[in-house]
């Protein structure tokens, strides 16, 4: 289901990565983040940056085990950080992580925090980490942000994949007889459309269009920064059926992102 190569997701976390550093040019790094609450710019770029150097580290050392993670969201280091400084950070980290995956095939077995421990995993995730912090920068300077469709719904399709999980749906009241949810990009040339069905264990996500008990509709980026609960984007999208099944899913969907 995934129709994004793992060179494309390589290649394109690089190119993620120089938007952000071009974007953040001249910015206030001082500027409090929307998005990510209690952070400032240069708090962010720092977490980007650090994402890259770990995730580098994991893929590099072909690792079996959890891998310290202090660079990723130990941030107090960049709160009064010089954009030089930055800007360095954060295209060392993309290059080194690069450099991992190009000596990696995309099914290395390497710990992650998923149920998938390959390389192909962390140059998946760590591109649409880097996409979706794009559009916190760009949320916090007042851009425009879009994403490649083909990019945006592989990112839906990686969103829907953690969304059944079980730790996601272990909530009390989330799982039962037709909870199901539909979603579809009205802007997309094919046809892009999910459904994720928690009428039973375990739950389970398709690409599919069925009537359910909540239906979201709008554009491919406002899909996606919508269920990654960025600040805007509901007033952004259509709504119709059951909003509370729709607010519980994307709270516990969202329980990865709780250090994000």
């Known amino acids: 289901m995934n129709g994004v190569s793992f060179e494309r997701h390589r290649d394109e976390l690089v190119a993620q990565t120089n938007a952000v550093r071009e974007m953040a040019r ?3 790094l001082r500027a409090a983040v929307p998005s990510c609450p209690g952070w400032n710019l240069g708090q962010l770029l720092g977490h980007i940056g650090g994402d ?10 072909r690792a079996t085990g959890p ?5 990723v969201n130990d941030l107090a280091e960049y709160r009064e950080t010089d954009h030089e400084t930055l800007d360095r950070w954060l295209a060392e980290g993309a290059a080194e992580l690069a ?8 099914e290395t077995p390497v710990w992650s925090p998923s149920e998938d421990h390959s390389a192909g995993f962390w140059a998946r995730r760590m591109l649409y980490e880097t996409a ?7 949320l916090t300077i007042g851009a425009e942000f879009t994403l490649a469709a083909d990019l945006a719904v592989d ?17 009390p009241g989330l799982i039962g007889p037709g909870r199901t949810l539909h979603f579809h990009a009205t ?60 607010d519980l899913w994307l709270e516990r969907a969202g329980f990865w992102l709780e250090a994000e």
């Open 132 to 138: 979706v912090h794009r559009a916190d920068v760009a």
């Open 26 to 28: 001249g910015a206030d």
């Open 67 to 71: 891998v310290p993670d202090e660079m």
């Open 52 to 61: 890259h150097h770990w995730a580098a580290e994991v893929v590099r050392t």
């Open 187 to 246: 802007d997309s040339a094919e046809p892009a459309e999910w459904v994720v069905d928690l009428s039973t264990e375990p739950a389970t996500w398709r690409r599919a269009h069925e009537k359910s008990a909540v239906a979201v509709r709008g554009a491919l980026t406002d899909l996606l920064l919508f269920v990654y609960r960025r600040p805007g984007f509901r007033d952004r999208v259509d709504v119709s059926g059951d909003e509370a099944l729709l």
């Open 99 to 106: 450099d991992a995956l190009r000596d990696a095939a995309p």
């Open 155 to 171: 990112a839906l399709d990686e969103w829907m994949g953690y969304s059944v999980y079980e730790e996601a749906t272990s909530e």
